[in-house]
């Protein structure tokens, strides 16, 4: 599969992140020959937080790691991931696919059972050969390096063309703090929570419920504001580890939660690049609304339109469909307070085409890679940005072959 033409030059180079090591192997899950589980071990005493999908078809790994976070986190803690099967409405199946894998990493490492954290990416409705997976646990826990990161990252992919990968250091009275995160995703991309899987590491010192806070509030400005197709996944997770090994305790620091509000923003915005078939990465940006929850919804129904965004593909400055996607979104406006954008060029304003409106400037404008739709809703003070990408004929190709 070629590589978006979105993508970043390269994979970062990731710092190692003192407490945490990975390992990554074929374990033959669906395809032969190719990286599909990856092993992170964590120090005793790490915090782990973490926020999920809130699709009513949740998947088996899904359910286990809500019901695991918040609890006693003195021993250390393990995450296990493969991609190429999800484990999703799969039944009792999925519940004893998901406690034998952490049966079988909790003996091997010596993590108790209740701090292994699952996750799973890939195909829905079919059983998990986890046997495939379960035999290949002692070779991750022999191969733990904390410099193996990059292919704990390759091993998550399905559908990405690329791997995907952000880092941050921030100075704390002195001493330095690591974060280093990757993500897998490309299709099935929507809030709640835009399939998806997010594993972010630092050295940071922590309290489990301060950093779950800080991690669903950050979500809520990163993870929930991006869409490729308008459709949720079963799986979606993001964990956040914190291992103290730093000795910095960040509650309650504005550096840190910066730092992590970057990173989170920059692994979602790779998500988006990485939008099966994209060539343009789209930031949809509404003001005036009657509050931040109206301009989100606004937000959302442009970057979700299949009209909007087949029209963005076709380089085509048809504002009409903006215009079209303001009115279905249930949020209120006033058609004749609502102006429109392109870039920084004005196409309509006060509800009406804007006089010095060029259809020659917005059509070159379209041709470019990366794109700005602004829309004021001349109402009140709400705001909100949603990152989309276009809709062409390689999300159509992609998702008819998916599992064939």
Known sequence: MAVSPLAPAQFPELPQIDGVTFAATAAGVKYKDRLDVMLAVLQAGTSVAGVFTRSATRSAPVLDCQSKLGGDNAGAAAILVNSGNSNAFTGKNGDGSVAAIASAVAAATGVGQDRVFTASTGVIGEPLPHDRITAKIAELTQNQSPSAIEQAARAIMTTDTFAKGATATVMIDGKPVQIAGIAKGSGMIAPDMATMLVFIFTDAKIAQGDLQTLVSGLNAKTFNCITVDSDTSTSDSLLVAATGAS?????????????????????????????????????????????????????????????????????????????????????????????????????????????????????????????????????????????????????????????S
């Open 247 to 403: 000795g910095v305790d960040v509650t309650g620091n504005a550096e840190f939660a910066d730092a992590l509000h970057t990173i989170m923003r920059d692994l979602a915005h790779q998500v988006v690049r990485d939008g099966e078939g994209a060539t343009k990465f789209v930031a949809v940006q509404v003001s005036g609304a009657q509050d931040d929850g109206d301009a989100h919804k606004v937000a959302l129904a442009i970057a979700n339109s299949p009209l909007v965004k087949t029209a963005i593909a076709g380089e085509d400055a048809n504002w009409g469909r903006v215009v079209m996607a303001v009115g279905k979104s249930g949020a209120v406006a006033d058609r004749d307070r609502l102006s429109i954008r392109f870039g920084n060029i004005t196409v309509a304003e006060n509800g009406w085409r804007a006089p010095d409106y060029s259809e020659d400037a917005a059509s070159a404008y379209m041709k470019n890679a990366e794109l700005e739709i602004g829309v004021d809703l001349g109402i009140g003070e709400g705001q909100s940005t949603v990152w989309t990408c276009d809709l062409t004929h390689g999300y159509i190709a992609i998702n008819a072959d998916y599992r």
